[in-house]
């Protein structure tokens, strides 16, 4: 049953930092509720299934009490610019949850130590998105320092709905353990499925420029299940565990395409630091105008199963798959496998190092 309010609390004004956190949108399961201002300026109203926010500063932090998002209703920012970028803090026991749809022309950032799951039937249309349950500190944000970190828990990150950046744009999805089984694009940017317990990256407007895991983390777990797609654009499956009785595992069993549309095939990278990695989908990075592009696949452990699919080649040639390092330890800089077993049809081929 949804809760009657007064019309007043469908206009509500937030501009700097005032807030007013006694006052509640809607049922805290439709939309979300209890936005206080912590930095930056913006105007937030409610109108029927709609929840706008109409951020005014270049950089907005917002507290909630929860940020759950119901079956056809939407939650709308209109930023000043592409590059701007909204924080919004969870503070709840329970997860996020999102059934409904998510609207942005620049980069959001939602954060709740329990954990966001993205419902089967969600859509997100952003500029970028990052969701995580590693907590940020407000001064890196305000000072750019894209930086992660557990704090007391780390909840689940899990998409089953469609997710989608703009042209160039970054989707990442920071926690303990990441799952895809739904739909993620992003033409010409990037997709990233990130476990560990601190990780930074560097942004380049909406552009992912690099990352690190910088700290593993206890039940460190990356799956794919279903659909990454960045034409011309880079993808990033990585985890990170803390030692041999913990280690990191990434399975892909989906489908992970980065061909080249215009120009040589992306960038594909599946990573387990103190881990191991399980590939039994398809892994693409063709190109119909150019060169393939880039596939490495970097663990210690490292099964590639049979029927799998690892593709890289162009119309200029074929570019590069690394599968457990470089050829014969030549480079140094890529993580070298100590076991990696590529089966076939049944049968397997083992190579040790």
């Avoid at 610019?81 to 999102?98: E, K």
């Avoid at 061909?259 to 990278?269: C, E, T």
């Avoid at 590639?304 to 330890?329: A, D, H, P, Y």
Wanted: charged share 15%; proline share 2%; hydrophobic share 35%.
């Amino acid at each position: 049953m949804v809760r009657k309010f007064p019309k007043i609390i469908n206009k509500l004004l937030f501009i700097g930092i005032i807030t007013i956190p006694s006052i509640a949108f809607a049922d805290a399961n439709l939309l979300p509720q209890n936005p206080s201002v912590i930095n930056g300026s913006a105007v937030i109203s409610k109108n029927d299934k709609t929840l706008t926010i109409q951020q005014n500063s270049d950089k907005l932090i917002t507290n909630w009490s929860s940020f759950n998002i119901d079956k056809d209703h939407t939650v709308k920012f209109n930023q000043p610019q592409s590059t701007s970028s909204a924080l919004n803090r969870v503070q709840t026991n329970d997860p996020t949850y999102i059934y409904g749809n998510l609207t942005a022309n620049g980069n959001v950032i939602l954060i709740n130590p329990n954990g966001v799951i993205f419902k089967d039937g969600s859509k997100v249309d952003v500029g970028s998105i990052i969701a995580s349950s590693l907590n940020m500190k407000n001064n890196d944000f305000l000072n750019n320092k894209i930086i992660f970190e557990k704090e007391f828990s780390a909840g689940s990150i899990e998409n089953n709905g469609k997710i989608s950046a703009f042209e160039g744009g970054a989707v990442a999805l920071i926690g303990q353990q990441v799952t895809n089984n739904g739909e993620i694009t992003t033409p010409n940017g990037s997709a990233s499925l990130i476990s560990g317990e601190k990780v930074t990256l560097s942004l380049n407007g909406n552009k992912l420029i690099n990352y690190s895991i910088d700290r593993g983390i206890i039940n460190s777990l990356v799956a794919n299940n279903n659909a990454i797609k960045v034409n011309n654009g880079t993808v990033i499956l990585s985890a990170k565990g803390i030692d041999e009785v913990s280690k990191a595992v990434i399975n892909n069993s989906g489908s992970i395409v980065a061909d080249g549309i215009s120009q040589k095939g992306g960038r594909i990278f599946l990573s387990a630091s103190n881990g191991k990695i399980i590939n039994s989908g398809s892994i693409v990075a063709n190109s119909d105008t150019g060169k393939g592009g880039e596939i490495r696949v970097t663990g210690d452990e490292i099964l590639i199963q049979s029927r799998s699919k690892l593709s890289s080649k162009g119309n200029t040639g074929g570019g590069v798959i690394e599968v457990g390092g470089s050829w014969q330890n030549n480079n140094k800089d890529v993580y070298q496998a100590t076991t990696t077993i590529v089966k076939e049809w049944g049968l397997f081929r083992r190579f040790s190092l």
